[in-house]
């Protein structure tokens, strides 16, 4: 079966600090990838997707950039981060076609001081 | 682009009783919609989905029925209990590899 995982749980960064999340997927091929930042007591906001190796899909503008090094592997990094940049990280993957369900990682929870 | 509305915001319900969240999307193309519940600090989970070839689907007490014409899709939860208690998000797609979410219900249960 298919499993994903997100790590750090939780990160306490200072504000100007660089930030690097992971996220993998085990037991699929050529998933597609998502990152998606949840503020307190709201919705989910998509900031990238990607469909392959090397192809990322930016939502949003921001500072911060995601990349996909490996198949199942996705990185959503800052070079400094803004008090802005707080919340819950939340990685997912769903099979490749389209129209499929995702499927979410635990999530990191980051504040910024 | 796809717009989804999602309502009520918040909703409270005695146990036992039905509780009903609705979605409504803007493009008549799409044509998959899931459902994600997230209880307290953990990542959503998928309880349910339809695709626009069928108008309703039931697990359990969970059901969700889709109204194409009207472009609306909506979760019943029958003979509700506390664990209930959660947010619960719809999404909407069209042959994409994005899902438009809604802004979220939160469900609260009581005893």
């Known amino acids: 079966s298919q499993t994903i995982h997100q790590w750090p749980a939780t990160l306490v960064q200072p504000v100007g600090s660089p930030l690097s999340l992971e996220c993998t997927v085990e037991g699929t091929s050529n998933p597609n990838l998502y990152w998606y930042r949840q503020a307190a007591g709201r919705g989910l906001q998509l900031l990238f997707y990607?469909?392959?190796?090397?192809?990322i899909s930016s939502e949003v503008p921001q500072n911060l950039s995601a990349s996909r090094p490996q198949d199942r592997q996705f990185i959503l990094s800052s070079k400094k981060l803004l008090l802005s940049d707080s919340g819950f990280y939340l990685c997912?993957?769903?099979?490749?076609?389209?129209?499929?369900?995702?499927?979410f990682g635990d999530g990191t929870r980051l504040s910024i001081l | 682009g796809e717009n989804v509305e999602q309502h009520p915001s918040t909703l409270s319900v005695q146990e036992g009783d039905s509780a009903v969240i609705k979605c409504t999307y803007s493009?008549?193309?799409?044509?998959?919609f899931p459902w994600y519940k997230q209880e307290l600090g953990k990542r959503p989970q998928l309880i349910i989905d339809i695709r626009s070839n069928v108008g309703e689907k039931k697990d359990q007490r969970i059901a969700v029925t889709l109204n194409k014409t009207a472009k609306h899709f909506s979760l019943h939860i029958t003979e509700t209990q506390p664990e209930d208690s959660a947010v619960y998000f719809c999404a909407a797609s069209k042959d994409t590899d994005k899902l438009i979410f809604g802004t979220g219900t939160r469900l609260q249960v009581f005893p």
């Open positions: 990607s469909v392959g190796i090397g192809q």
């Open positions: 997912a993957w769903s099979p490749g076609g389209g129209n499929q369900p995702q499927h």
């Open positions: 493009d008549s193309a799409s044509n998959y």
